[in-house]
């Protein structure tokens, strides 16, 4: 499953507010356009989406302009940040059944990358592939989940855990220079300009026995793992995920019917048919996602009409004057006032399977 296919706690986006709050941002601009309120982050039965964490992520970057701030970031989780999955590796016997626990139950985690590992030879790597989403964003969150990975692995594996190599495709950016607390914390250095993202290790390190093994408690934790899971795929439907899976793609790079059914591992006509049987179509809810993420442009009076129509990969202000005005019959000029702008949203989606 990959990081759209469901709702995740709210946790990770408490912890990007609480970076942010302690650099002097304001919580309001960190959730601007994200749909959550501070009251929300306190809500232990709140969940997220990963478009609303992918919206903090991006305020977070465009405030901070910091090189290597995902790095930083990374460094802030625990495995107490990711609640029963954390307590189940730290309870797990070895450091090999850790890392299987870990690797099975990924998708109930924070990453926004695709987690694999394997053992090849002597050495044990966990590779990282980027998520499709805008470069800025991508190199954050691979800095992040790269990062918060090497300190789960030294916090939960132990004193005799060692890295040999943490590697990232991205080359160094100028003014990264603030890497004394990762390397502190992890015992190796980022090598940039690599050929993937990963971390590797000695291949005997999983045979490391953890100190605070429980069997007892990594069942119970595992079985709870297991239920999340299911409810979590259970009540994700066809048009959710295509929901999620628009939101999470890059602005200006929206996909298409055929890249979407093959995320979700299912043909064209298939993917088609579940649709129709859940009452939509790709059409209607690509322009219902496109619709709110023009409207949440609009909501930023920095941005020009040509600016949010060059981000959104229009060719030209004509191109995406013309797409809004048939997601809601009006200029986007018109729409840029909050109050119409919700009217407008209400119309639209009771409007979109007419196109």
Same mark, same amino acid.
């Given at each position: 499953m990959?990081f759209?296919?469901? /709702?995740r706690s709210s946790?990770s986006?408490?912890?990007?507010?609480?970076f942010? &709050?302690? $650099?002097?941002?304001?919580v309001a /601009?960190l959730?601007?356009?994200s749909g959550?309120?501070?009251?929300?982050l +306190?809500?232990?039965? *709140?969940?997220?989406? +990963?478009?609303?964490?992918?919206?903090?992520?991006?305020?977070?970057i $465009?405030?901070?302009?910091q090189?290597?701030?995902?790095?930083?970031?990374?460094?802030r989780? %625990?495995?107490?940040?990711?609640?029963?999955?954390g307590?189940?590796?730290?309870?797990?016997?070895? +450091? @090999?059944?850790?890392?299987?626990?870990a690797l099975?139950?990924?998708?109930l985690?924070f990453?926004?990358?695709?987690?694999?590992?394997?053992?090849d @030879?002597?050495?044990?790597?966990? @590779?990282?592939?980027a998520?499709?989403?805008?470069?800025a !964003?991508q190199r954050?969150?691979?800095e992040r989940?790269?990062?918060a990975?090497a300190?789960l692995?030294?916090?939960v594996?132990?004193?005799?855990f !060692?890295?040999s190599?943490?590697?990232? &495709?991205?080359?160094?950016e100028r003014g990264?220079?603030?890497?004394?607390?990762?390397v502190?914390?992890v015992?190796?250095?980022p090598?940039?300009?690599?050929r993937?993202?990963?971390?590797s290790?000695?291949?005997?390190?999983l045979?490391?026995r953890?100190?605070?093994? %429980?069997?007892?408690?990594?069942?119970?934790?595992?079985?709870?793992? =297991?239920?999340l899971?299911?409810?979590?795929?259970?009540?994700?439907?066809?048009?959710?995920?295509?929901? &999620?899976?628009?939101a999470?793609?890059p602005?200006?790079?929206?996909?298409?019917?055929?890249?979407?059914?093959?995320?979700?591992?299912?043909?064209?006509? #298939?993917?088609k048919r579940?649709l129709? =049987?859940e009452?939509? #179509?790709?059409?209607?809810?690509?322009a219902?996602v496109?619709?709110?993420?023009a %409207?949440q442009?609009?909501?930023d009076?920095?941005l020009?009409?040509t600016? *949010?129509a060059?981000r959104?990969g229009?060719?030209?202000?004509?191109?995406?004057?013309?797409?809004? /005005? $048939?997601?809601?019959?009006?200029?986007?000029?018109v729409? $840029?006032?909050?109050? *119409?702008?919700l &009217? *407008?949203?209400?119309? #639209?989606?009771?409007?979109f399977?007419?196109l």
């Amino acid at each position: 499953m990959n990081f759209w296919d469901f /709702k995740r706690s709210s946790a990770s986006v408490r912890l990007l507010v609480e970076f942010g &709050q302690e $650099r002097g941002l304001d919580v309001a /601009k960190l959730l601007a356009r994200s749909g959550l309120k501070e009251a929300d982050l +306190a809500d232990l039965s *709140i969940e997220v989406d +990963a478009s609303q964490e992918l919206c903090v992520v991006g305020n977070l970057i $465009r405030a901070c302009r910091q090189p290597g701030l995902g790095l930083e970031v990374g460094m802030r989780y %625990n495995f107490a940040s990711y609640g029963l999955w954390g307590l189940g590796l730290i309870s797990s016997a070895t +450091a @090999g059944e850790a890392m299987a626990l870990a690797l099975r139950f990924v998708p109930l985690t924070f990453a926004f990358c695709r987690i694999s590992g394997a053992l090849d @030879g002597e050495v044990y790597t966990v @590779g990282f592939e980027a998520p499709e989403v805008e470069p800025a !964003v991508q190199r954050f969150l691979v800095e992040r989940d790269v990062a918060a990975a090497a300190r789960l692995m030294k916090e939960v594996l132990g004193p005799e855990f !060692v890295l040999s190599r943490f590697t990232l &495709q991205h080359t160094v950016e100028r003014g990264v220079g603030r890497l004394e607390h990762l390397v502190r914390g992890v015992g190796v250095r980022p090598e940039f300009g690599a050929r993937s993202n990963s971390l590797s290790f000695d291949g005997r390190l999983l045979a490391l026995r953890l100190p605070q093994a %429980n069997p007892v408690t990594v069942a119970m934790c595992e079985r709870a793992c =297991e239920e999340l899971l299911e409810r979590r795929r259970a009540r994700l439907g066809t048009g959710e995920f295509l929901r &999620q899976y628009l939101a999470a793609a890059p602005l200006n790079m929206a996909p298409d019917l055929h890249h979407a059914a093959r995320a979700l591992g299912l043909s064209d006509r #298939t993917f088609k048919r579940r649709l129709q =049987e859940e009452g939509l #179509t790709f059409r209607g809810l690509s322009a219902e996602v496109r619709g709110r993420q023009a %409207n949440q442009l609009l909501e930023d009076e920095t941005l020009s009409l040509t600016d *949010i129509a060059e981000r959104m990969g229009f060719s030209d202000l004509s191109s995406f004057s013309q797409a809004y /005005k $048939r997601w809601f019959g009006v200029a986007p000029s018109v729409g $840029r006032g909050s109050s *119409i702008g919700l &009217q *407008i949203v209400g119309y #639209t989606i009771r409007s979109f399977e007419e196109l």
